[in-house]
T-cell receptor
Framework: QKEVEQDPGPLSVPEGAIVSLNCTYS??????FMWYRQYSRKGPELLMY????GNKEDGRFTAQVDKSSKYISLFIRDSQPSDSATYLC??????????FGKGTMLLVSP | ETGVTQSPTHLIKTRGQQVTLRCSSQ?????VSWYQQALGQGPQFIFQ???????GRGNFPPRFSGLQFPNYSSELNVNALELDDSALYLC??????????????FGPGTRLTVL
């Protein structure tokens, strides 16, 4: 079993839709959970990070961690064509060592 | 404030050759991590350097090696290139060490093609 599992998509939605992106992980010791956005041919950029369980909101983005089920989610409200990118979940394995999921490609059509 | 920069942007090599990729960390950052991102995959951790010492390594063979310089810039060297080494190589810098969260800032990557 891989440490972080993520459906690669692609996920296609119309503009304005609510998007739900998800990952599962295997190691219950993980404490820090991140979502990165990666545009084509660019490096990943941090969207949000969450410590332990709970929700965190930043504008149209909400990150959610459920440590009991080892499940992390990112919700995007009122999706825009500019949100079209690959979304990577990542977990800090300790001392700034990140373990990434495969990434989910999101396409938001006007 | 200058972000993380990497050079070159693209590189084409043939199997068996050696390659050196370079990374300049963000101002004030003393930790550099390298990741390999194959097409359609998430980045995979190669190794990390903190204050010029290797400080952790992923599941990569010894032909992947690195250096960190006193100004915290870094190099990734790959010997005896294989076709499967074709990937985007990402450098990320962060400030500090320890079990608390330290945000990593990624560079744009170097795309390596091995023929």
């Amino acid at each position: 079993q891989k440490e972080v599992e993520q459906d690669p998509g692609p996920l296609s939605v119309p503009e304005g839709a609510i998007v739900s992106l998800n990952c599962t992980y295997s190691n219950s010791a993980f404490q820090y959970f991140m979502w990165y956005r990666q545009y084509s041919r660019k490096g990943p950029e941090l969207l949000m990070y969450t410590y332990s369980s709970g929700n965190k909101e930043d504008g149209r983005f909400t990150a959610q961690v459920d440590k009991s089920s080892k499940y992390i989610s990112l919700f995007i409200r009122d999706s825009q064509p500019s949100d079209s990118a690959t979304y990577l979940c990542a977990i800090d394995s300790g001392y700034s060592t990140l373990t990434f999921g495969k990434g989910t490609m999101l396409l938001v059509s006007p | 404030e200058t972000g993380v920069t990497q050079s070159p942007t693209h590189l084409i090599k043939t199997r068996g050759q050696q390659v050196t990729l370079r990374c300049s960390s963000q101002s004030g950052h003393n930790t550099v991590s390298w990741y390999q991102q194959a097409l359609g995959q998430g980045p995979q951790f190669i190794f990390q350097y903190y204050r010029e010492e290797e400080n952790g390594r992923g599941n990569f063979p010894p032909r992947f090696s690195g250096l960190q310089f006193p100004n915290y810039s870094s190099e990734l060297n790959v010997n005896a290139l294989e076709l499967d080494d074709s990937a985007l190589y990402l450098c990320a810098s962060s400030q500090g060490q320890g079990p608390t969260y330290n945000e990593q800032f990624f560079g744009p990557g170097t795309r390596l093609t091995v023929l």
